[in-house]
């Protein structure tokens, strides 16, 4: 992989789409079985965070030399 601006825009993009992709459905889900608006954002929001966090530092360990 290339280390452009690009490139590492491109992936950033990729990054946040799944994230909110995975964020979104892990708070319908909540919400459908809690029937709460807190859990559900918290859900979310917590999916989000960790899948950004995990597909960063995937992408980042891909884009180095030696990997």
Same mark, same amino acid.
Request: proline residues 0%; glycine residues 10%; neutral net charge.
């Given at each position: 992989?290339?280390?452009?601006?690009?490139?590492? /825009? $491109? *992936?950033?993009?990729?990054?946040?789409?799944? #994230?909110? !992709?995975?964020?979104?459905?892990?708070?319908?889900?909540?919400?459908?079985?809690?029937?709460?608006?807190?859990? /559900? $954002? *918290?859900?979310?929001?917590?999916?989000?965070? #960790?899948? !950004?966090?995990?597909?960063?530092?995937?992408?980042?360990?891909?884009?180095?030399?030696?990997?």
């Amino acid at each position: 992989m290339g280390n452009t601006v690009s490139t590492r /825009a $491109l *992936l950033l993009v990729n990054a946040v789409t799944a #994230a909110s !992709l995975v964020g979104v459905v892990a708070s319908w889900v909540t919400s459908e079985i809690e029937q709460s608006l807190g859990k /559900a $954002l *918290l859900a979310g929001g917590t999916a989000f965070g #960790a899948t !950004l966090a995990l597909l960063i530092v995937t992408f980042n360990f891909m884009a180095r030399g030696d990997a």
